[in-house]
């Protein structure tokens, strides 16, 4: 099976520094020297899409713009390129959120790909009007995707749940193809969820002993309800052509961590209720900047700022090919990348790392043989890097 590479749209604003945001946590106003445009994002959804990238997920929260939105609009300056759009089930119903999708998937040409976000904040699902706890949350997922398979299937839907209830719910035309379901989370119930609703389960870049642990834990939750998942991980990537040029840009944009942010964003995210963002803390262990390689080439240092994925892949082209090798192993078959700036790390991830993988008949373009990545990629002015 060839691997599949995913890139990401920074619907929060884009620079040479990291940008910070997620889990409640409001995206870092320093270094958003490039405002999240449709004319930007599609130049770096037009890079991804020529270096052989499926597809581009893009956030979701009040920290950033609208995923179906922005998604929307960019699909239509670009011809192949998946979108892996980040939506929480609670503010918006099963029955719409379904029609969404199948209206995406007709007009896109079947370029959806949906990531079921079930919200690890109260805080921040308070602001948009949801009361519910964190497992109450989860529930409420389990139903929403429940609701919304059935309508995908041309179902007409009856439901009295905990959380939703719909009568006579049906769809006029279902998508086609259906739109596959990716999700992530690390607690007990997130795990039921995943098992029984669905195809890929994401887990952010832990060190793959970890990974290990999560992927057996799923796959057998999934066996016990007759069903197989496939996984994916969510990494950032810093990669070039020497070991010690990926560190010393790793080292470059440490360097640019303002120590009042870094202690404010940690405290903001030690509040979390989220599993998964407090296995990302416990990874940098408080920040000691000679403790961030928590792996060989598996940095912690975005996590400083960032919530969310808060680890890199740093080094040559070929030790990254090889750590990507290494998830691989593991079970591994999708990655999520990104990088500062988005649109430059493209290029440095495409051009170095994938015709390595080629090379060893690892990954193969989507459309096949591809010549070299054009350098033609319109520079768009509205949204052009300074």
């Known amino acids: 099976m060839s691997l599949t590479f995913h890139w990401f749209l920074p619907t929060n604003g884009d620079s040479r520094h990291v940008v910070g945001g997620g889990h409640g946590t409001p995206a870092t106003a320093s270094g958003r020297d490039r405002p999240p445009t449709v004319a930007y994002l599609s130049q770096i959804a037009r890079a991804a899409e020529d270096l052989g990238f499926v597809g581009a997920l893009t956030p979701t929260g009040a920290w950033c713009e609208d995923a179906w939105l922005t998604t929307a609009m960019v699909s239509q300056n670009t011809e192949r390129l998946k979108f892996l759009v980040a939506f929480r089930p609670g503010f918006v119903s099963p029955t719409l959120a379904a029609q969404m999708a199948s209206t995406f998937q007709r007009q896109t040409g079947g370029r959806l790909l949906l990531n079921v976000v079930t919200g690890g904040e109260s805080h921040e699902q308070r602001a948009y009007g949801d ?68 195809d890929v389960y994401l887990t952010w870049g832990e060190p793959p002993a970890k990974v290990a642990e999560k992927i057996a834990w799923i796959r057998a939750l999934a066996e016990k309800e007759g069903r197989s998942i496939r996984f994916g991980i969510r990494l950032h990537v810093i990669t ?52 961030l390689e928590i792996h060989p080439n598996l940095w912690a240092g975005i996590g400083l700022v960032r919530g969310g994925a808060g680890t890199a892949l740093v080094g040559s082209h070929d030790e990254v090919a090889e750590r990507i ?62």
């Open 131 to 198: 009361f519910l706890d964190k497992d109450a949350r989860y529930r409420r997922t389990g139903e929403f995707l429940e609701v919304v398979r059935e309508l995908w299937q041309g179902k007409s839907v009856d439901l009295v749940g905990e959380h939703l209830q719909v009568e006579g719910a049906r769809l006029a035309r279902v998508p086609d193809p259906v739109p596959e379901v990716y999700f992530g989370g690390s607690s007990p119930i997130a795990g039921d969820v995943a098992a029984k609703h669905v």
């Open 325 to 386: 090798k290494e998830y691989h192993a593991l079970g591994i078959d999708e990655f999520i990348f990104s990088g500062y700036p988005h649109l430059e790390e493209a290029y440095w991830f495409g051009e170095g790392v994938l015709p390595r993988l080629q090379a060893q008949g690892l990954w193969q373009h989507p459309v096949g043989e591809q010549a070299a990545p054009s350098a033609q990629i319109p520079f768009a002015g509205a949204g052009s890097p300074r």
């Open 240 to 291: 070039r052509d020497t070991s010690e040029q990926a560190w010393a840009e790793a080292n470059r944009l440490l360097d640019g961590f303002d120590p009042e942010t870094v202690a404010s964003v940690q405290a903001g995210l030690a509040r979390s209720e989220s599993e998964g963002q407090r296995r990302m803390l416990a990874l940098h262990g408080g920040g000691s900047r000679d403790r």
